[in-house]
């Protein structure tokens, strides 16, 4: 019995699946049935029930499956000592970061964790799914805007300016908003990674307001929203980092200066058997040094170097 072994059990519980267990694990499902069928061989008890419609857990599949969490818990903390102890900054860990930051942030984080740390290999799961650290296996997690529920520690580390940006072509030919009551009569683009918004939380002076919306499209990647903005569809919100060059070129342009959406907090989340764990201080020490010196993200007091 290994660890790969419980964790096809758990996923295989969790999912329904063995299909489902393999896709999370990223092995062939016949990988995840061959482990289990040794685990029920060497048990001398079956674990699974299997159908066409998937599988269920037996009560004894339940049983081992609560035993097994425990045990990879134990590795993973047995793991965590390990590195306290060597001091070094080595090994591998499972980073989870939304899609954009997948895609804008996590390149020159990685390229400078490996310059200062080439003994660390850094797995990046990009996804806008919040999903829970243990049952994943997946050690540390980048949120921005809700900090999730499950097991772990959390930190919140700083948070993201945003701001609402339109073409200006569309602009021009739908006419520039004058007030926040204006915001309705345009047509809002929204990304999914957000919660459904029919009003917008603005920021204007100093003072909170909510501004009603229109959703005409609705995108669940970063790329498909900033396409649907350039294509003149509608208006979106953005984190400023990502639209900072694209509003200085002039390929976009702010819809009503001086209404901001509000900040957007930003979490660091990571598996509490890590605890403050080498690795973890190091990857968040770079995450931290390279959000801080892009426009539009504010860290953390204790933080700021």
């Known amino acids: 019995m290994d660890g790969l072994t419980f964790r096809c059990l ?15 694990l990223g092995v062939s499902q016949p990988a995840v049935s061959q482990k289990i069928a040794g685990l029920e061989a060497d048990l001398g008890q079956q674990l699974l029930v299997r159908s066409r419609h998937g599988v269920r857990p037996t009560e004894a599949g339940l049983l081992v499956n609560t035993h097994g969490l425990r045990v990879l818990a134990s590795l993973a903390e047995m793991q965590s000592g390990l590195e306290d102890l060597r001091g070094q900054v080595a090994g591998k860990l499972r980073v989870t970061v939304n899609m954009l930051f997948g895609q804008a942030v996590m390149g020159p984080v990685l390229a400078l964790l490996r310059a200062r740390h080439p003994g660390l290999r850094v797995d990046v799961i990009t996804s806008d799914v919040v999903i829970d650290l243990e049952a994943e296996g997946v050690d540390i997690a980048v949120r921005g805007g809700r900090p999730g529920d499950g097991p772990g520690l959390v930190r919140r580390i700083g948070a993201m300016e945003g701001v609402l940006v339109a073409s200006p072509a569309y602009l021009d030919s739908v006419g520039r908003p004058a007030g926040p009551e204006d915001l309705q009569r345009l047509s ?5 990674d957000d919660p459904e918004e029919h009003h917008l939380a603005l920021v204007h002076g100093g003072a909170a307001l909510s501004a009603p919306v229109s959703v005409a499209f609705s995108a669940q990647h970063p790329d498909l929203t900033l396409h649907a903005v350039l294509s003149g569809i509608g208006f979106a919100k953005a984190p400023l980092f990502h639209m900072r060059e694209r509003l200085d070129a002039g390929t976009v342009e702010e819809v009503l200066p001086g209404y901001a959406p509000a900040l957007k907090p930003l979490y660091f989340a990571h598996r509490a058997h890590l605890k403050d764990t080498p690795n973890v201080r190091a990857f968040r020490a770079v995450l931290v040094e390279h959000l801080a010196g892009l426009p539009g993200f504010v860290i953390s007091a204790d933080l700021a170097t």
């Open 188 to 192: 809002y683009i929204q990304y999914r």
């Open 10 to 24: 758990a996923l295989a519980i969790e999912t329904g699946s063995l299909t489902g267990a393999a896709r999370r």
